[in-house]
């Protein structure tokens, strides 16, 4: 895939016939995205926690292209009952998944348990999302040239998943580092979830992507990681005055979901400076969001808590050691 300089939505194709999956699509990153593949002829599924406010952004989208196909999906990533139900709604109602975008999440929390005993932004951020792509994959391995793209972000750069206190549950926790931590397993999952894919011979594959520093709800009206009132209006601040448009920040997303050329596992986000803003790029990423041992051992405890397992086979030479007698 060659990079191309100064990558927009009118790039685009004609996207009439798919059906296009967002997660988190009221707002922000997602609603942005979400506007341009409606734009281009997809059939959007806003999959959002509050319905209300994704029939506002569906009505949005609508007023935008008249003729767009729009519908609202009532999903709540940090419960897996949520999760399940919203899975088996979307199953018996299409025969075809082109893309599942893996956008929605929460930055900065203070820690909280859900209801499924997980700690809110790895089970918003990550858990969520891996049930979802497992219990939508079959529509996705059915539909020729399918896309898994899911969101991370630069704080994965902070992340650092300990497996004996996955969740920060032994203590510990800070705000930023399960913000981080939930980012990185992101990428440790894309990249795994893209092993097994390829391992398969699916023509499925699956992406990551992150926007860059942008205007988004997470950035400007969010907690800010360090936890004072202070630095949260400060937060906002800078974020008004520096960050780029929530626009701007879905074209990864929006590049990773149609552009032709995307191949399995690759890692995309802005070419600009510090990877903050500018046009749609391949990056790197932090070595640990690389770990093929970190990431197989992520999938595993991911099964476990989650209850969703993947009819996806490890690559050779990646198996976990079998258990003795």
Same mark, same amino acid.
């Given at each position: 895939?060659?990079?191309?300089?100064?990558?927009?939505? !009118? /790039?685009?194709? !004609?996207?009439?016939?798919?059906?296009?999956?967002?997660?988190?699509?009221?707002?922000?990153?997602?609603?942005?995205?979400?506007?341009?593949?409606?734009?281009?002829?997809?059939?959007?599924?806003?999959?959002?926690?509050?319905?209300?406010? #994704?029939?506002?952004?569906? /009505? @949005?989208?609508?007023?935008?292209?008249p003729?767009?196909?729009?519908?609202?999906?009532?999903?709540?990533?940090?419960?897996?009952?949520?999760?399940?139900?919203?899975?088996?709604?979307?199953?018996?109602?299409?025969?075809r998944? /082109?893309?599942?975008?893996?956008?929605?999440?929460?930055?900065?929390?203070?820690?909280?348990?859900?209801?499924?005993?997980?700690?809110?932004?790895?089970?918003?951020?990550?858990? $969520?999302?891996?049930?979802?792509?497992?219990?939508?994959? !079959?529509?996705?391995?059915?539909?020729?040239?399918?896309?898994?793209?899911?969101?991370?972000?630069?704080?994965h750069?902070?992340?650092?998943?300990?497996?004996?206190?996955?969740?920060?549950?032994?203590?510990?926790?800070?705000?930023?580092?399960?913000?981080?931590?939930?980012?990185?397993?992101?990428? %440790?999952?894309?990249?795994?979830?893209? +092993?097994?894919?390829?391992a398969?011979? =699916?023509?499925?594959?699956?992406?990551?992507?992150?926007? #860059?520093?942008?205007?988004?709800?997470?950035?400007?009206?969010?907690p800010?990681?360090?936890?004072?009132?202070l630095?949260?209006?400060? #937060? +906002?601040?800078?974020?008004?005055?520096?960050?780029?448009?929530?626009?701007?920040?879905?074209?990864?997303?929006?590049? =990773?979901?149609?552009?032709p #050329?995307? +191949?399995?596992?690759?890692?995309?986000?802005?070419?600009?400076?510090?990877?903050l803003?500018?046009?749609?790029?391949l990056?790197?990423? =932090?070595?640990?969001? @690389?770990?093929?041992? /970190?990431?197989?051992?992520?999938?595993? =405890?991911?099964? *476990?808590?989650? $209850?969703? @397992?993947?009819? %996806?086979?490890? *690559?050779? $030479?990646?198996?976990?050691?079998? @258990?003795?007698?």
């Amino acid at each position: 895939m060659g990079r191309r300089s100064g990558w927009g939505p !009118d /790039d685009i194709g !004609d996207l009439t016939g798919s059906t296009i999956m967002v997660t988190g699509a009221n707002s922000g990153i997602g609603y942005e995205a979400a506007v341009e593949l409606a734009a281009h002829g997809a059939h959007l599924v806003l999959a959002c926690r509050n319905l209300q406010k #994704g029939r506002q952004a569906a /009505d @949005r989208i609508i007023g935008y292209t008249p003729s767009a196909s729009v519908e609202v999906l009532e999903i709540d990533l940090s419960s897996l009952e949520s999760v399940g139900r919203a899975s088996a709604t979307f199953n018996r109602e299409h025969d075809r998944l /082109d893309v599942l975008v893996n956008n929605a999440g929460v930055m900065g929390t203070p820690y909280r348990i859900t209801e499924d005993g997980n700690e809110l932004q790895f089970a918003s951020n990550h858990l $969520g999302h891996f049930a979802l792509t497992g219990l939508v994959m !079959d529509r996705l391995l059915t539909t020729t040239g399918s896309r898994v793209v899911t969101v991370s972000s630069l704080g994965h750069r902070q992340g650092h998943l300990d497996f004996s206190n996955l969740q920060l549950e032994h203590g510990g926790y800070t705000r930023a580092r399960a913000y981080g931590n939930s980012k990185l397993a992101n990428l %440790l999952f894309t990249h795994e979830l893209d +092993r097994r894919l390829r391992a398969a011979g =699916a023509g499925t594959i699956a992406v990551a992507v992150h926007p #860059g520093w942008s205007r988004s709800n997470l950035t400007v009206s969010g907690p800010a990681l360090g936890g004072s009132a202070l630095i949260a209006r400060a #937060g +906002r601040v800078v974020g008004r005055i520096g960050g780029q448009s929530a626009a701007s920040g879905a074209r990864p997303t929006l590049f =990773a979901a149609t552009e032709p #050329g995307v +191949r399995g596992g690759q890692y995309i986000g802005p070419d600009g400076l510090g990877q903050l803003f500018g046009a749609p790029t391949l990056v790197g990423a =932090a070595k640990r969001a @690389r770990s093929a041992p /970190d990431a197989l051992a992520l999938w595993g =405890a991911s099964e *476990a808590l989650t $209850g969703v @397992r993947y009819d %996806l086979e490890p *690559a050779e $030479g990646l198996r976990p050691p079998a @258990r003795a007698g």
